[in-house]
């Protein structure tokens, strides 16, 4: 009994984590061709409402995106998660911050909360 029970409990936490994994390789994010293609850090992030299926609802950038840039739909991917936290680690923190969360590089290089951000309609 005591032998099935162990068992469970470690069947359950490798399904755990199994789950997540799969869970971060589905979930998609918006990502601009700076970040994606050309390999810019991400420099800001925000979180909305998803608007497809698996859509995490993030979006990230440079930060160094000028408007006419982010204005051409054609600038930007669709990712995983895991393959944006993986190239850029210091973000993977942020990921499980809820919709309306926006974060941009500070000075001294660390993510800071922006406050006063609003998504632009």
Known sequence: MIKS??????????????????SAALDRCIVTN????????V????????VFENDSGWRFFSGD??????DDP????????SEITQSNPAIAAMITQPEGSAWEI????????????????
Do not use: C, I
């Not at 500070?106 to 309609?121: K, L, M, N, S, T």
């Open 34 to 41: 700076t970040v994606a293609k050309q390999g810019e850090p």
């Open 65 to 70: 995106e000028t408007d006419e840039y982010t």
């Open 43 to 50: 420099g800001f992030l925000y979180r909305e409402a998803p």
């Open 5 to 22: 029970a162990q068992f469970l409990r470690h069947a359950h936490t490798a399904m755990n984590k199994f789950a997540q994994a799969l």
């Open 74 to 81: 054609d600038n930007f991917s669709v990712v995983s998660l």
């Open 106 to 121: 500070g000075e001294d290089g660390e993510f800071q909360a922006v406050a006063d951000w609003q998504p632009q309609e």
